[in-house]
């Protein structure tokens, strides 16, 4: 893979070693010194004991062709645009809007503290909804899609409320020429009916939360009563999947270190007929016995290469499946500001409290220091927002040399803050898991492509 370009070539042994030799120490090569005498003399001092001098020309002459088509060693001009990057005016695109800080299960990794965020249970009311839907037509300028997600706790038991507010977006956007997206993120017990019906009209995308096998989600996904949630939501989770014709929804998990053998529960995911999911490691301190650390990577790399190949297995059998985490687009993809920056949390999207204060994005909720405002007042702390425009690959030590940062644009800046203190780091177990995920998935790219 070429970094800057993001172009993926399958090669055979005599050109990925070529490649990897020209590329010894992250020499800058051009057109004009791949053709200097040097380059090929010293192919053959290294390569000339396994390939023959014809050979390494004509692989030679190959990676000529790439550079000069842009294809391979490109030089990096992105640092050079990070100012405009951080100078750009940014609007307010998406709001995370905090529906119910309370829920009717009891998730023993939850950041949310069931729901209350460092705070008091609390439902949000039409008022306060109201007015962030007018916080974010007016913070959004010329932009037309808007997305608001319904987010918990448990976004259903204040589903009157839900409702209401999407009838007023829906008024909102005829007079101000916008188109909302609504998403909801739910764990199903309280779903019906009635409401599969209101999201199947509404709801751009459905989150469904569950952890995968029986055990695994009852373990860490229990009533607070201790009994487990798995009988009762997996029906109501397969009957919404096959009402959505299996699109525009995904089951969502969280596995920990009591699941390692997390591509388990995403099989079980597909056997039980989802074909849109994801699994994400949790995230937690060292001193959570559910916790990953340092000494699991191996384990859960391996677990991500098992995946790899059981789904291209399945995708040749005509049984595919989307993970999340393995979905690439090699040939677009995101805009280079994305690239280089990121989700856009506490910019471009924001998570609002059942009262109204506005935060960075939702595993900030709670955090005093991240306290941007509120829906009445709007965004009165903007240097918290001038701080995480300036966040990008570049401000971040550790991503500079990272073939995946143009990919994961730095990783998660609340995740960097819990473990270091700072948004300008990178999480490092995290960044281990990133890099093998985007690995499996241009490897499974490379696989299918002559499908």
Excluded at 144 to 150: I, K, T, Y
Aim: with cysteine; net charge negative.
């Amino acid at each position: 893979m070429d970094v800057v370009s993001g172009a993926v070539h399958v090669v055979d042994k005599l050109c990925y070693d070529v490649i990897s030799h020209l590329n010894k120490d992250h020499m800058e090569h051009t057109v004009q010194t791949l053709k200097e005498p040097e380059v090929l003399n010293g192919l053959k001092r290294e390569l000339g004991g396994q390939y023959a001098e014809d050979e390494l020309k004509d692989a030679l002459a190959d990676v000529v062709e790439l550079t000069k088509a842009g294809q391979l060693f490109v030089k990096d001009t992105y640092e050079d645009m990070v100012e405009e990057v951080k100078k750009r005016k940014t609007v307010v695109k998406a709001l995370c809007l905090h529906i119910a800080h309370d829920c009717n299960l009891a998730c023993k990794y939850c950041f949310a503290e069931e729901g209350e965020y460092h705070g008091r249970r609390a439902l949000m009311s039409y008022e306060v909804g109201k007015k962030a839907l007018d916080f974010l037509i007016a913070n959004s300028g010329s932009r037309r899609n808007l997305e608001v997600d319904f987010f918990g706790g448990e976004p259903l038991m204040n589903w009157q409320v839900v409702k209401d507010l999407v009838a007023y977006g829906r008024q909102q956007e005829k007079l101000h020429d916008k188109h909302f997206r609504f998403t909801v993120t739910t764990n199903g017990v309280l779903l019906n009916d009635e409401i599969q019906e209101f999201v199947n009209q509404e709801m751009d995308n459905v989150v469904l939360s569950l952890d995968g096998r029986k055990e695994v989600n009852d373990r860490m996904r229990p009533f607070r009563n201790g009994k487990g949630s798995y009988d009762l939501i997996v029906p109501k989770f397969q009957k919404l999947a096959e009402s959505r014709n299996q699109e525009r929804y995904y089951v969502r998990g969280t596995f920990t270190r009591n699941n390692l053998d997390f591509s388990e529960d995403i099989l079980h995911f597909a056997d039980l007929g989802f074909k849109q999911m994801s699994i994400e490691p949790v995230v937690g301190d060292e001193s959570d016995p559910y916790a990953i650390r340092t000494e699991d990577l191996p384990k859960i790399l391996e677990e991500y290469d098992k995946l790899a190949k059981v789904m291209i297995e399945r995708e040749k059998e005509g049984k595919g499946f989307n993970f999340f985490h393995f979905m690439i687009d090699l040939d677009g993809g995101p805009c280079v500001a994305k690239r280089l920056s990121g989700c856009g949390s506490g910019t471009e999207y924001l998570a609002v409290t059942p009262w109204g204060d506005l935060y960075p994005c939702h595993q900030f909720v709670g955090q005093e220091d991240f306290k941007m405002g509120n829906v009445e007042d709007g965004v009165v702390k903007p240097e918290i927002a001038d701080d995480f425009r300036s966040c990008n690959v570049y401000s971040k030590e550790k991503c500079r040399d990272c073939f995946a940062k143009f990919y994961c644009s730095g990783g998660c800046m609340a995740n960097a803050y819990h473990f270091h203190g700072t948004i300008h780091d990178t999480y490092d177990i995290g960044c281990e898991m990133q890099r093998k995920r985007v690995e499996c998935a241009i490897m499974i790219k490379a696989a299918l492509a002559d499908e």
